[in-house]
């Protein structure tokens, strides 16, 4: 049994709130440790400590930023299979998959080291006769991550490098559910020469949370996790002044035209509905095959896959898919599809059935695959988010019908589109109402230089993570337009002054 606590000011912080949470091993269903839940006052403290550090590191040379990041990087990836072992035991995902989670927030620390070029400004030279104008980015202070349990990895790496690199100080709230990755990060950030201060880890909860969304010393909020809690610290951030960006929660369709190839749309529905247990936010959790035919040759393909699904503990190597993050977690995922039975879907495979009784993992948060046919667009749950293993097949009879679905849902994380038709793909494309889509790609999750975000109740604020997009939401714009020489003297003007002169 370990302990978690926090990382402050470049040194790790015992918690003295003498509240704690659980830490699980979904693998074997044992607690394996506790994780400090921080007071208001100890986020404070890190607060405090970030803002202290803020200045020096502001005006730390973008070089020598780059050069932090640079060798982040090549820690990063010298420390990914202990990185990912860590994450696997606390949230249950395959071990391949949780490389998987470590090397998707390195490209976004290799993103980083590119900030020189990313954070230039713009230069407009003798906009008046004599007078430059030129616009910086600057870094906005101190500033906070809050991230959910299933990236532990990626999602803090996407916030905490592009903060960092702007130049901001950084303190990260991360799930208490898998805490250890981040204060692992927190030793490697100081190997790769990151100052004290620089990056914290306060772990807690919802007061930690609203000690992050209301201190007037954070001056932006960077979060993912679910729907409820997005439009919560949106809502809290925003009334106190922050700038916030708030990713939420999802429900992605895959639509199948007849003309696509069935066999690669099984394979990609296999992977990308049944990995990491469907604990994704863009997992594809609904099929929409368009016409009967493709409909039920799709379901007569999938039943077999998803009844053969390799399932196993998280280390296992033969483990195609692990258990679910908490027994609460796996008993909220059952309770749907208890609600979607009582709602009249067509159970063709049924996960709540699945046993495994390897021994030493009997208790684990385990659950198989599920396929439902015949799912409505008015049954809850369709509209709300499962997050597990189950994919729910709607049949439409026409493109038209198909489109409608993903685009009238309240979620619109992503979707993907299979058809060998080019017109019928640049349709979709175009009038899809989700924020980020495939053709023939099963899951479109944009690359480190490209940047990620939902539509709708999927994400609330403005701008998106990382790429370009997180450049602008950790920098603030200075534009000064500047005369020389002082000698020139044109006497008072009191009209606005225009491009005339
Ligand atoms: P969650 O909303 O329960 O937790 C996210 C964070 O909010 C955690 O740090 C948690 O401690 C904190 N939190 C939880 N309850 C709170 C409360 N009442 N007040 C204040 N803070 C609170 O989400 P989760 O279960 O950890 O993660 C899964 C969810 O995240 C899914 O809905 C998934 O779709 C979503 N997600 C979205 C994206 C995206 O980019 N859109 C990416 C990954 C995950």
Same mark, same amino acid.
């Given at each position: ?16 709130? &003498? ?12 607690? +394996? ?12 403290? $890190? ?18 930023? $780059? ?24 949230? &249950? ?5 949780? +490389? %998987? ?15 020189? #070029? ?37 999602? !803090? ?41 620089? =990056? ?70 296999? %992977? ?15 099929? @929409?095959?368009?016409?009967?035919? @493709? ?17 196993? #503990? ?8 692990? !258990?679910?993050? *908490? ?14 039975? +009582? ?7 049924? &996960?709540?059935? =699945? ?16 396929? =439902?046919? /015949? ?33 009238? #849902?309240?979620?619109?994380? %992503?979707?993907?589109?299979? *058809? ?25 999750? !944009?690359?480190?230089?490209?940047? =990620? ?10 701008? /998106? ?13 200075? *534009? ?6 002082? &000698? ?11 491009? /005339?002169?």
């Amino acid at each position: 049994m370990y302990n978690r606590h926090h990382y402050i000011g470049g040194k790790s912080v015992e918690g003295t709130s &003498g509240r704690f949470g659980p830490i699980f091993n979904p693998s074997t269903g044992e607690q +394996q440790g506790k994780v400090a839940l921080a007071s208001k006052e100890e986020v404070e403290a $890190a607060i405090a400590n970030a803002e202290a550090a803020f200045p020096e590191w502001a005006a730390t040379s973008v070089v020598k930023r $780059a050069r932090v990041l640079q060798n982040l990087v090549h820690i990063l990836y010298r420390e990914k299979d202990k990185l990912a072992e860590v994450l696997s035991s606390e949230h &249950g995902k395959v071990f391949s998959d949780a +490389q %998987g989670d470590v090397q998707r927030g390195l490209e976004v620390a290799e993103f980083a080291t590119g900030i020189p #070029h990313l954070i230039k400004g713009e230069y407009s030279d003798n906009v008046s006769t004599g007078i430059d104008m030129y616009s910086m980015r600057k870094p906005l202070g101190v500033v906070a991550g809050i991230t959910p349990f299933n990236f532990p990895a990626m999602i !803090p790496l996407w916030m905490s490098c592009m903060a960092i690199a702007c130049g901001n100080t950084f303190i990260l709230k991360p799930s208490e559910k898998d805490p250890s990755v981040t204060l692992m990060f927190a030793d490697l950030w100081k190997e790769a020469g990151l100052p004290d201060g620089v =990056f914290n880890v306060v772990n807690g909860d919802k007061e930690a949370v609203d000690t992050v969304c209301t201190d007037p010393r954070v001056k932006a909020v960077s979060f993912v996790g679910s729907t409820p809690i997005a439009q919560y610290v949106y809502a809290t951030s925003t009334a106190h002044g922050k700038r916030c960006q708030a990713m939420g929660g999802a429900k992605n369709h895959m639509v199948v035209m007849p003309d696509a190839d069935l066999d690669q749309v099984t394979d990609a529905l296999v %992977g990308a509905a049944y990995g990491s247990a469907g604990e994704r936010c863009m997992a594809i959790s609904v099929a @929409v095959p368009v016409g009967k035919a @493709v409909a039920d040759k799709m379901v007569e393909m999938l039943k077999p896959r998803v009844e053969a699904l390799r399932i196993g #503990h998280a280390m296992d190597p033969q483990a195609e898919m692990g !258990p679910l993050v *908490t027994a609460d977690h796996l008993a909220k995922v059952r309770g749907y599809l208890d609600l979607a039975e +009582q709602e009249g879907t067509s159970i063709v495979v049924d &996960g709540r059935k =699945f046993e495994y009784n390897m021994q030493g993992f009997e208790k684990g948060y385990y659950m198989g695959g599920s396929l =439902f046919d /015949n799912v409505k667009p008015e049954m809850r749950s369709y509209k709300e988010e499962i997050f597990g293993p189950t994919l729910q097949i709607m049949r439409a009879e026409s493109f038209d019908e198909a489109i409608a679905l993903p685009t009238n #849902h309240e979620f619109g994380n %992503g979707t993907t589109i299979y *058809t060998r038709d080019g017109d019928t793909a640049r349709e979709y494309v175009n009038r899809v109402e989700v924020g980020m889509v495939g053709v023939n790609v099963p899951i479109p999750v !944009p690359l480190a230089f490209h940047t =990620f975000g939902g539509w709708k109740s999927s994400a609330f604020g403005d701008i /998106n993570q990382h790429g370009t997009e997180g450049v602008r939401f950790f920098t603030k714009t200075k *534009t000064v337009t500047s005369r020389w020489p002082t &000698g020139i003297r044109s006497g008072a003007e009191f009209v606005i002054p225009t491009l /005339n002169s």
